[in-house]
Each structure stands twice: as C-alpha cells, then as structure tokens.
C-alpha cells in the first residue's frame, strides 16, 4: 500500500470512530453554553447565614408571590437510603406535598421521602423552588420543581415543573427519555439537585468524570490526528501527482 493511500485510510478510520462521541460532546457542549448565556438560575430559598440553598421551609415570599407547601401524611415510611444508615437516622416519612400559591393549589399532590439527616435540607433531592431571570427576554419567573419517581433507574424518572409568572402558575412534566424537548427543564433538575445524578441533554457522556482516555485521548486527540493524517496524505498525494507529470 503507497504511503498516501495508508495514511489516508488511518485517518478516515480515526475519524469515523472519533465522530460519534465528538458530535455529542460538543452538542451538548453547545446546549449547555446556550442555556447558561440565556438563563439565571437562583436558589430562591436562603438559609440562616444569608446563602442560597435548597428548600428547608414549608414557606417562600417571592417578590409578591406567597408559596406555600402542605405536607400530608400516608403513614409509610421511605426505605432506609445509605446515607441514613451513614448518619444512624430512622427512616423518613412518606408525605403527599400539597403546594399553595397564594393560599391557592396549584398542583395535584405528589408524594417525596422526607429527610431526617442533620445535614441538608429535609427535601434534598425531591423538591426545589429556583428564581430564573430570561436575560433574552427580560422575563422573571420562579419554578418549583418536583421529582416524582422514587429512587429507580434514571430512565423511568420524571418530574413535574410548576411555573409561576405574575399571577399566572402553569405545569408540565418532564421526562428522562424526553428531556431534549426542554433544555431549560433539565438544567432546572440538574440545579435544584432533584435528578439524585446530573443528567445531559441528549446525552449522560458529559455527566462522568474525565480521564486522561475520555475524552482527552478518544475521542479529541484520535479526531486530531485524524485531521492531521488527512492533511499530510492529501499533500503527499498532491506532491505525488505534481512529480509524475514534470
């Protein structure tokens, strides 16, 4: 096999198996670039030493705006998680949670597992409540957000995403499998920690720490030299042709 021909074919083997995961990255990438540069997010809870954090009180006034949350008991208690059997704490409560927006409910109810950990918020990982300020728009909402899937696979987990705009309060859920169809919803979920792990838009690749083979040596470093090998058998094969023809 010439030289050119060689190279030619290593670097169209590169680059096809580089493609796929060098696509997703940079899609989600540039989703992720696009949600950030439109949209604040805020923490609309503050704790006592003046930080934003998760919800911990069963009531928020937001500009104007009262919010109010209702825990109703089932009864049942939540399976022990690892990190009540780490701290030695009982098992929480299972509560149907009511919201009220101005002494109004706004949603049907849905129940969480209610923390007793000493550290966090008693409703880490299920609910949060998050000021979003559109920066294209100019428009300033508050979103309550809300896991209604106990701890199962991720891909069967959705959640329901309360909007509330002056007067007006609007829901919709969103779900794992299709979460591309609102960009804003899952970095809402990411946020407010409500997923129990990060999830992407389209995809998870980006969610996994890094290491020196992924992404740094597949698939950027194999694209590269992909690039590279196509330059070089290019140029050879034109210096090639330019020699027969003198």
Do not use: C
Request: proline share 4%; net charge negative; hydrophobic share 40%.
């Amino acid at each position: 096999m010439k030289r050119p021909t060689f190279l030619l074919a290593a670097a169209v083997l590169l680059l096809a198996v580089s493609f796929g995961p060098l696509f997703v990255i940079l899609r989600e990438g540039w989703i992720d670039w696009i949600v950030k540069m439109r949209y604040s997010l805020h923490h609309a809870y503050i704790d006592e030493f003046g930080f934003e954090d998760i919800i911990d009180t069963q009531q928020l006034d937001i500009d104007g705006q009262t919010i109010r949350i209702e825990e109703e008991e089932t009864g049942n208690q939540a399976p022990l998680t690892p990190w009540d059997r780490e701290e030695k704490v009982p098992p929480g409560d299972i509560v149907n949670i009511h919201w009220f927006i101005n002494n109004k409910e706004a949603s049907t109810a849905d129940p969480i597992w209610l923390s007793n950990r000493q550290r966090g918020s008693r409703y880490f990982s299920w609910l949060d409540v998050v000021k979003v300020h559109d920066r294209l728009t100019g428009v300033d909402q508050v979103k309550i957000i809300q896991r209604l899937t106990d701890d199962n696979e991720m891909e069967q987990r959705k959640w329901k995403i309360l909007t509330i705009q002056e007067d007006k309060t609007t829901e919709e859920t969103l779900t794992y499998e299709e979460r591309h169809r609102n960009p804003l919803g899952v970095k809402l979920v990411n946020f407010s920690n409500t997923g129990l792990m990060a999830m992407g838009f389209h995809s998870d690749i980006l969610q996994g720490f890094p290491s020196l083979f992924f992404p740094f040596l597949y698939p950027f470093f194999t694209a590269l030299l992909g690039v590279i090998l196509l330059i070089l058998a290019l140029r050879l094969n034109k210096k090639t042709r330019k020699g027969r023809n003198i």
